[in-house]
């Protein structure tokens, strides 16, 4: 054989083994993600990682585990694909040599590489000459800042040149992760993110950090912190399943679970640095064993296909549900303009009718007429039923209009109000059934039918004139607060009006402002409308769940680690829980009970708008007025405490701060109140989190070490993801009048 053959032989051999190698490095390490719509996103080329662990110091305790942290994070990342150096307990000098490596030699000239520093060691927070924080990682020979100041600031590693190392990078994305405390101003933090689906935005350039907690937070040698971060990484932390986990939902995972499992000793923070230019995208994990499709144009076709033909056959199954409503509907009809049925039972069917097809159609809104019908037929035969026998005087029916006026006196029967309304110096004396009104009150009544010379004989009283009528004119409601027998609830009216909502100055914000754009004042106006006297208790929960046999929705329910009785707040549901028991009120009784908007509580909580801090009898927070966490305040209940344990609000509504928290009806988004006015806002129209509002037994003033972000405010915005259940978490009930 030639050599010239030979040499080309072995040319060809290199080049195949070259790009058989270069495949298996973008099958192993490269990443090009897929967006939500199936559109391929070329991310990066492969993914590096520098891995420190601090565990003996010199000058300061030593941290045995960290080494031990860093060892497991950096087999972890290597399943992951990473390629991933290892440094532990490196002296100041060295420190800075692996950072200026990072700057100039692992990121200088691959843009297409995916960046990971992660440390584990002591932290420290400085406050500069004009109050502004500056954080520090310790490498192992660095002085104690009160015992050598000098020193300290010689090897101590600030936040300002960990920014300056992020910003000599040229790769696209980076993620700093530091397994120690300390805050700065130099970061943006994101405080509440809904964690997005994959899109073409995510590309764009980044440098974002997670630290394990804020300042002067302690974080122990066994690291809670590792343990969340090795169990996001496996997986834990993809909220989408779909294969990716990015940088966002790696800090919302661990600012959830972190708190947590801490019980609120630990705060994680993450965000991005102060850069426009460098604050858009999202650093993205894929994990193993995860192979992303790009669905082929044939193979799509056929995806619509399946999709079209899945809608077909539902659309053909709600058509068949629709014709029997119809028909049922119809019948009931005939029935309701007959003889053969009894006032009662006239009633009962148009219930039955209703609880038979509660269902929304999707494709229809003709059922939705139909029960509007029913509902009104419902109330018409049960006003109906609820007519007196009449053994005196003469009917008489009277002209449909409204009656209306001032109440000036009233009676009770037992079975009916008889109350005297004035109107341009004339009274009239109406009856309906048992309904609590005042002297005073304006109110406007339906028409009726008229008796003469009628005597009630449980008043032994006779009336040359009464008017009988079944309640409050349609669009009226009796301002009044009430009790609902259906579950021994009771009801606060809260005559709406115009606020402002937001962190404002009464908030205790004034020096440190409202940085967060969820929390900003803005105008709100509010309609009327009733709130829960109380948060829904473990013994109303309970006849939902025996009347219905609802089995719940949501994430596993966690195991209840104290005792509760029925006049707790029912905790350990998740908002699709509390809906559902606010659609089965409703139902039972023919009202509009919902949870409330997170407009409606603030407005509530603050006493019709008031500018207060918190949500209680005074505005303020003591042991006597909130149940809550115990590193300030601590009263008789470690966890929850029976409803009504503290004083009302002005108000009249119990634990609006404190006890559990309260799902409210709102999608979170942090920017839904950039606007400067708002009539009757009812939140984003959609979302990955709902709105959490009060804070509960478990947090308390300092619950985050920014006083804005107290969790007790009555300002304060919480969310958790709507399937989410905890052991802090309940509801309570609003109506519509």
């Given at each position: ?16 083994i ?20 199936g ?18 110091y010199?000058?300061?305790p ?14 972890q ?17 060295n ?5 200026a ?31 502004t924080p ?9 002085p104690?800042?009160d ?5 300290f ?12 190392v992020a ?24 405080r509440?993110?809904?964690p ?11 440098r ?16 809670i912190?590792?343990?969340?971060l ?23 995972y ?13 705060h994680p923070?993450?965000g ?16 193993p ?5 790009v669905?082929k ?9 399946t ?19 119809e ?12 003889n053969?049925?009894?006032?009662s039972?006239k009633?009962?069917?148009w ?7 509660a ?18 037929r ?6 109906q039923?609820?007519?007196p ?17 001032k ?9 009916y109000?008889?109350?005297?309304i ?15 009104v005042?002297?005073?009150?304006e ?5 009726g039918y ?5 005597t ?8 040359d ?6 309640g409050?004119?349609s ?15 009771e009801?606060?009216f ?14 205790g914000?004034i ?19 009733y709130?829960?006297?109380y948060?829904?208790t473990?013994?109303q ?22 005792p509760q ?17 606010c ?15 997170e ?6 909580a603050?006493?019709?708008?008031q ?14 007025l ?39 009806s ?13 009539d ?6 959609n979302?990955?989190f ?22 007790l ?13 905890s ?11």
């Amino acid at each position: 054989m030639s050599k010239l053959f030979k040499s080309i032989i072995l040319v060809v051999c290199l080049f195949t083994i070259q790009m058989n190698s270069l495949h298996l490095f973008a099958a192993s390490r490269g990443l090009t993600v897929v967006s939500k719509e199936g559109k391929s996103i070329d991310l990066y080329k492969d993914y590096h990682a520098v891995v420190i662990g601090v565990s003996d110091y010199d000058y300061w305790p030593d941290l045995p585990n960290a080494v031990k942290d860093a060892q497991e994070v950096r087999t972890q990342l290597e399943k992951m694909g990473f390629t991933a150096e290892l440094h532990l307990n490196p002296n100041a000098e060295n420190l800075n040599s692996i950072l200026a490596n990072i700057s100039f030699t692992l990121g200088r000239n691959e843009r297409d590489r995916a960046l990971l520093l992660y440390f584990a060691g002591h932290g420290e927070t400085t406050e500069l000459a004009n109050k502004t924080p500056l954080g520090y990682i310790i490498p192992r020979d660095c002085p104690r800042q009160d015992e050598d100041p000098e020193g300290f600031y010689k090897k101590a590693v600030s936040m300002q040149k960990i920014q300056e190392v992020a910003s000599l990078v040229k790769s696209k994305h980076m993620l700093m992760i530091f397994d120690s405390c300390f805050s700065g101003s130099l970061f943006k933090l994101n405080r509440s993110p809904a964690p997005a689906y994959i899109t073409e935005k995510i590309a764009r350039p980044v440098r974002q950090f997670i630290t394990a907690g804020e300042a002067h937070e302690q974080v122990p040698d066994m690291s809670i912190f590792k343990k969340c971060l090795i169990k996001a990484l496996e997986g834990d932390a993809d909220y989408h399943k779909d294969g990716y986990i990015t940088g966002s939902e790696l800090g919302m995972y661990l600012q959830n679970k972190v708190v947590e499992y801490t019980r609120k000793q630990q705060h994680p923070q993450f965000g991005t640095i102060n850069d426009p230019d460098l604050d858009e995208g999202d650093f993205v994990f894929k994990l193993p064993g995860f192979e992303e499709t790009v669905p082929k144009p044939e193979e799509e076709d056929k995806r619509f296909d399946t999709i079209a033909n899945e809608r077909e056959q539902e659309k053909r199954k709600w058509d068949e549900w629709q014709d029997a409503m119809e028909a049922r509907y119809r019948r009931n009809q005939e029935l309701d303009k007959g003889n053969n049925l009894t006032v009662s039972e006239k009633a009962q069917m148009w219930g039955q009718f209703l609880a038979n097809y509660a269902a929304n159609n999707p494709y229809s809104d003709s059922d939705d007429k139909m029960r509007d019908d029913a509902k009104g037929r419902v109330g018409y035969w049960k006003g109906q039923h609820s007519r007196p026998l009449v053994t005196e005087g003469s009917l008489h029916d009277i002209p449909k209009t409204s009656l209306s006026g001032k109440v000036v006196e009233t009676m009770d029967s037992g079975e009916y109000t008889y109350l005297c309304i004035e109107r341009d110096g004339k009274k009239t004396w109406f009856a309906m059934p048992n309904t609590k009104v005042s002297v005073g009150q304006e109110i406007s009544l339906k028409p009726g039918y008229e008796m003469v010379n009628f005597t009630s004989k449980t008043l032994n009283r006779t009336f040359d004139k009464l008017i009988f009528t079944t309640g409050p004119l349609s669009g009226q409601h009796i301002t009044e607060n009430y009790i609902e027998p259906v579950v021994d609830m009771e009801f606060v009216f809260v005559k709406g009006g115009e606020f402002e909502m937001g962190c404002g100055n009464w908030a205790g914000d004034i020096e440190q402002g409202c940085p967060d754009e969820g929390k900003r004042v803005h105008r709100v106006r509010l309609d009327d409308f009733y709130m829960g006297k109380y948060e829904v208790t473990v013994g109303q929960w309970k006849r939902f769940i025996q009347d219905t046999g609802y089995k719940g929705k949501g994430m596993a329910e966690p195991k209840l680690k104290f005792p509760q009785d029925d006049t707790h707040p029912v905790v350990c549901v998740s908002w699709y829980d509390a809906k559902a028991f606010c659609d089965w009120l409703s139902q039972k009784t023919g009202k509009k009970y919902r949870l409330p908007t997170e407009a409606e509580w603030e407005f509530a909580a603050r006493s019709r708008g008031q500018k207060v801090m918190y949500g209680t009898k005074t505005g303020d927070l003591s042991h006597d007025l909130a149940n809550c966490g115990d590193t300030v305040v601590k009263d008789r209940w470690e966890y929850t405490s029976p409803i009504g344990s503290f004083p009302a609000n002005p108000l009249g509504l119990y634990d609006m701060t404190g006890n559990v928290w309260e799902w409210c009806s709102d999608w979170h988004d942090n920017y839904y109140y950039n606007h400067d006015f708002f009539d009757n806002p009812k939140g984003s129209e959609n979302g990955s989190f709902r709105v959490l509002r009060g804070g509960s037994w478990s947090d308390n003033e300092h619950s985050h070490s920014n006083f804005v972000d107290d969790y007790l405010h009555a300002d304060y915005r919480g969310m958790n993801l709507p399937n989410n259940r905890s052991n802090d978490s309940g509801f309570r009930v609003a109506r519509t009048p």
